[in-house]
């Protein structure tokens, strides 16, 4: 029941901003593409980079992981490598990534309790993580868009299965507009729509065509 009283102009607190969130990728890696069928996997990768450059505008912290890369699954995809050329990628043997220690103590060394997630595949090395954050009291944000299963079932049926838990499904383009939330922040306005342009299909052509034709600052 609503108390009018009480009713301001304030955000929800259940929404993601630079402040709060963690962004963590799981085994975006060859071998994992290979195997992936839910859907194309080149529309994967492009929402993949584009989380990956979303979190890159706002600065917020991010985590990536791999599974057997030097055994079976191959490097890191390089076109998120290239978005975060220091960072030092997490190598694990588990398949669940919140079973391996480094992993769980950089997340934890964020001191964000919002985690976003991303993750090939959504049946096995995304649900495992997310079932087990979930259990300790984080609040997950599985980006569906930027993940992906071996066939199209597998896909939903895990993501039934971690919203079912309390996971939250969200997108990437999602996710970069929740973090920037009002156009008046002209800080990251240019960075967005650049991100969006590059990434976001006939929306960011849309984008362009409003700069070109209508006014240079359109966005939204």
């Known amino acids: 029941m609503v108390d009018i009283n009480q009713v301001s102009a304030v955000p929800s607190p259940d929404l993601l901003t630079p402040d709060n ?13 290979f195997g992936t069928g839910s859907g194309d996997r080149t529309a994967i990768i492009n929402a993949t980079v584009g989380l990956a450059k979303a979190a890159k505008v706002f600065d917020v912290p991010t985590v990536l992981t791999t599974v057997a890369a030097e055994s079976f699954s191959g490097p890191i995809l390089p076109q998120l490598a290239e978005v975060f050329p220091e960072a030092e ?33 959504t049946e096995v090395c995304l649900v495992l993580p997310v079932l087990s954050m979930i259990a300790q009291g984080y609040e997950v944000y ?5 993940s992906g299963g071996v066939t199209p079932q597998a896909h939903e049926h895990a993501l039934q299965r971690m919203i079912q838990a309390g996971a939250v499904p969200v997108t990437w383009v999602q996710v970069l507009l929740e973090l920037q939330r009002d156009w008046a922040r002209t800080e990251t306005y240019g960075p967005v729509t650049e991100v969006v342009k590059e990434h976001a299909g006939a929306y960011g052509l849309g984008v362009f065509y409003a700069q070109s034709m ?3 600052h359109a966005a939204g």
């Open 89 to 121: 990628i997490i190598d694990r043997t588990s398949m669940n990534a919140w079973e391996d220690p480094a992993l769980v103590e950089a997340v934890k060394a964020t001191g964000r309790t919002k985690v976003v997630i991303a993750g090939l595949w």
């Open 21 to 33: 969130a963690v962004v963590l990728f799981v085994d975006h890696q060859p071998q994992m593409f």
């Open 142 to 146: 599985v980006v569906s868009d930027a």
């Open 214 to 216: 209508i006014n240079p």
